[in-house]
Antibody, heavy 120, light 110 residues
């Protein structure tokens, strides 16, 4: 059974960089059929797609976040990561890592989520 | 990449049906047959219940069904049960391997 687990600091200061890692277990990350992505949900609000990556290194990002977001992959560790620079309180959210089908374009596996609070 | 529009809330009595709409544009919902729906219970991660407009993943109840007409997709929950009380989100492919989510709908079982 595939499992995704987010990890990283729960508290980040304004203007600093948010960094999260998603560890995938129960299956390889280097499969041509899937992308690996990040989605966030501010407290009490809806879901926001951030971006995704293929094990080959191909990335896509939400246009409004593109200047601040980087997603990378480490196939040797079966992990992928998210970095968001110059964070503000608006970046406070529950961050989910997900698996997304390349062909059928839906997120079928989700991590449990990692709450990141931006505060001084 | 503006959020897709969903009604904030919907409700129905046990056994009834409820339908949730998801309105986008020709650049997302209307342009691709890649609409998916997610169910989220409080404190839980979202769960995929519909993909490619109307397909159900293995293990998802056939009480959930999806459809699309033009720029609007719909999710119907038939035979409402107490366990269906949750938030529901639509999502659509929006080109260039990007996605957009709906604003979310809170379903209440009366």
């Amino acid at each position: 059974q595939l499992q995704l687990q987010e990890s990283g600091p729960g508290l980040v200061k304004p203007s600093e960089t948010l960094s999260l890692t998603c560890t995938v277990s129960g299956g390889p990350i280097n499969t041509i059929n899937y992308y690996w992505g990040w989605i966030r949900q501010p407290p009490g609000k809806g879901l926001e797609w951030i971006g995704n990556i293929h094990f080959s290194g191909t990335t896509s990002y939400k246009s409004s976040l593109k200047s601040r977001v980087t997603i990378s992959v480490d196939t040797s560790k079966n992990q992928f990561s998210l970095k968001v620079t110059s964070v503000s309180a608006a970046d406070t959210a529950l961050y989910y890592c997900v698996r997304q089908g390349a062909a059928w374009r839906a997120m079928d596996y989700w991590g449990q989520g990692s709450l990141v609070t931006v505060s001084s | 990449q503006s959020a897709l529009t969903q009604p904030p809330s919907a409700s129905g009595s046990p056994g009834e049906s409820v339908t949730i709409s998801c309105t986008g544009t020709s650049g997302d919902v209307g342009g691709y047959n890649s609409v998916s729906w997610y169910q989220q219970h409080p404190g839980k991660a979202p769960k995929l219940i519909i993909y490619e407009v109307s397909k159900r993943p293995s293990g998802v109840s056939d009480r959930f069904s999806g459809s699309k007409s033009g720029n609007t997709a719909s999710l119907t929950v038939s035979g409402l049960q107490a366990e269906d009380e949750a938030d529901y989100y639509c999502s659509s492919y929006a080109g260039s391997n990007s996605f957009v989510f709906g604003t979310g709908t809170e379903v209440t079982v009366l």
